[in-house]
């Protein structure tokens, strides 16, 4: 079975850019995450899709990020423009209703 | 939100020796989840523990769940250079069907280093 694909896996850009980072999940798996884990940290809740729809965005710094899921599958997540404390592994994971996250490598991005 | 405070933050021991990594919830606990952290990488999942008392075991790594004491426990047995890593304890906040279930609350995580 297929896991949880991320890519980039490395990021490096200047503040005030912009980037995106793109996760496909398992087949099949209905909820999509992004965390956002900042070195020393655990990861920290960004957005929660349920098929294409938001169930949870409170976390969500929208005045920088935005986040979409189209057809309840591939989902992108962006950060325009970055800033410093940006600099974090984006991890996307995926699962089935009520069941464990399966979590991709993660995108390590560096904001300088 | 709820808060889960893991301790020890990080811990050396010699290859061989046993270990107990724990895990405490500020709020009601509805499934307490331990991921694996590689540094840099994405978490793999050990176990899942669900009900009060619940024991779980996979190879030489226990899990418990202690619902009263809104409190996990992760046990390593004759340890390894391949269980070194970070470990990280996730937590269900709300009851199934509720606002956003599904989405786990994580501890700070413990690193674990082990000397051959």
């Known amino acids: 079975e297929a896991g949880v694909a991320q890519s980039p896996r490395y990021k490096i850009i200047e503040k005030r850019q912009s980037v995106a980072f793109w996760c496909n999940p398992i087949s099949g798996h209905a909820t999509l995450y992004w965390y956002q884990q900042i070195l020393g940290q655990g990861p920290k809740l960004l957005i929660q899709f349920q098929n294409n729809g938001v169930v949870d965005d409170s976390q969500l710094p929208k005045d920088r990020f935005s986040a979409e899921r189209l057809k309840g599958v591939d989902s992108t997540l962006k950060i325009q423009p970055a800033k410093l404390e940006d600099s974090a592994v984006y991890l996307c994971?995926?699962?089935?209703?009520?069941?464990?996250?399966?979590f991709g490598s993660g995108t390590q991005l560096s904001v300088l | 939100s709820q808060e889960l405070e893991q301790s020890p933050q990080s811990l050396i021991v010699q290859e061989g020796k046993n270990l107990t990594i724990n895990c405490t919830s500020s709020?009601?606990?509805?499934?307490l989840y331990w991921y694996k952290q590689k540094y840099g990488e994405g978490l793999i999942f050990l176990m899942m523990?669900?009900?009060?008392?619940e024991e779980k075991s996979h190879e030489k790594i226990t899990a418990k769940l202690d619902e009263k004491k809104q409190q996990s426990s992760l046990h390593i047995t004759a340890s390894q250079p391949s269980h070194a890593g970070i470990y990280l304890c996730?937590?269900?906040?709300?009851?199934?069907?509720?606002?956003?279930?599904?989405?786990?609350?994580f501890g700070q995580g413990t690193i674990l280093t082990v000397h051959p």
């Open positions: 523990l669900q009900k009060g008392g």
């Open positions: 996730g937590a269900r906040q709300t009851r199934a069907g509720g606002t956003s279930y599904g989405k786990l609350t």
């Open positions: 994971a995926s699962s089935l209703e009520f069941e464990k996250l399966f």
């Open positions: 709020k009601t606990l509805y499934g």
